[in-house]
């Protein structure tokens, strides 16, 4: 049992590790976006310790910033204008810290930090509040309303029983779970993902919650249709937008496994259950209004900046744009270390001599 828990955890950590790339979404009729970048701050350091494997920026409403220094095995908090609040969520035994980090979740007033059999609940001051019960490997958070509302799907579509994937709206508080939509799945959706989940390659349910109204935009990132839940309850309407999915080749695979530490065997398994090709997305979030797709520039290199498309709420394709990090530097790890708020996007970035940083832009949006 402990030896398949080592295994399970090291899955979890491949997880947060490698980087995938999505292919970009239909252009057709949309107009090009300028973002115009313009940064805010930097951080390469918390106090006089050197930033070394930072991840995970989680941005609230406020612009209260989250995220974990993965080697350092603790969390910190960042105010709107770049000054260290606290650090919390150390990996301990003590009461308020996690067992094993998995990923940050913004909860209205308050962050979420997710570990394989529990969710934590801190204030926006770092103060541990509650802790939730839940089982990450069938039931993985994709947002949370606030402390007591969440929604959550299969990690991988190819790990959902029974050929169906349920998007599920948790409430803590009344103890309620409500079914929000089954998908079935295709025969490259149902392959099971081995333990190993490459964002942007490996099929997965996203969403984005539009805090203003209460709507969830949801689907299927190998699925060129995205659906709409207005508010809690009502009818889910949905639009289709066109687009590609890049190949990838078994070469790709191999030299992208080459780079980490999974035994041969182990990795042989996990190649042989990833697709073929790309998802149409790696993230969909929703700002004033609109819906943004995220896609990737490669597969596993550096990644230099980021495509995005669009959408009205109809689902008519407005703009498209990349947003490109500055010269010398890339996006470091993985694509979700570059975050999107309201007029600012936040990036964990790279260069060549391996030294790491945390920025702040302010961008242009429509």
Request: hydrophobic residues 40%; neutral net charge; proline residues 5%.
């Amino acid at each position: 049992m402990k030896m398949a828990w080592c295994i399970i955890l090291t899955a979890v950590f491949i997880f947060l590790i490698i980087v995938g790339s999505a292919g970009g979404a239909g252009k057709s009729e949309a107009q090009e976006w300028p973002f115009k970048l313009e940064k805010v701050w930097e951080i390469t350091k918390i106090g006089d310790n050197q930033l070394l494997r930072p991840a995970e920026p989680r941005v609230a409403d406020d612009g209260t910033l989250y995220f974990r220094d993965f080697e350092r095995k603790q969390s910190y908090i960042i105010d709107s204008a770049g000054k260290l609040i606290t650090a919390f969520a150390a990996q301990g035994d003590n009461p308020g810290d996690v067992p094993f980090y998995i990923n940050c979740f913004p909860a209205g007033d308050y962050a979420a930090v997710c570990a394989p059999d529990k969710i934590y609940f801190y204030s926006s001051k770092g103060q541990f509040v509650k802790a939730a019960a839940n089982n990450l490997f069938v039931r993985f958070p994709l947002a949370f309303k606030n402390e007591n509302e969440f929604w959550v799907a299969p990690g991988a579509l190819g790990d959902a029983p029974g050929g169906i994937a349920a998007l599920t709206h948790v409430n803590l508080q009344s103890g309620k779970e409500s079914v929000i939509r089954e998908f079935a799945l295709s025969d490259e959706e149902k392959r099971p993902s081995q333990g190993v989940v490459i964002v942007g390659l490996t099929p997965q349910l996203k969403l984005g919650l539009d805090r203003a109204t209460g709507s969830i935009y949801f689907g299927k990132n190998s699925d060129s249709k995205v659906y709409r839940l207005n508010g809690d309850a009502g009818t889910i309407d949905s639009f289709s937008f066109t687009g590609t999915r890049q190949p990838i080749s078994e070469e790709d695979k191999k030299n992208h496994f080459a780079r980490s530490k999974v035994p041969a065997e182990q990795a042989a398994l996990m190649i042989a259950a990833l697709p073929n090709q790309m998802t149409y997305y790696n993230r969909l979030q929703v700002v004033n209004g609109l819906i943004y797709l995220f896609s990737s520039d490669n597969f596993g290199g550096e990644q230099t900046g980021q495509i995005i498309n669009i959408y009205s709420p109809e689902g008519r394709h407005l703009y498209y744009g990349r947003v490109a990090v500055e010269n010398g530097w890339h996006i470091f790890s993985n694509p979700d270390n570059l975050q999107l708020s309201d007029g600012y996007i936040y990036a964990v970035l790279e260069n060549g001599s391996g030294d790491k940083k945390l920025v702040k832009y302010k961008l242009a949006l429509p």
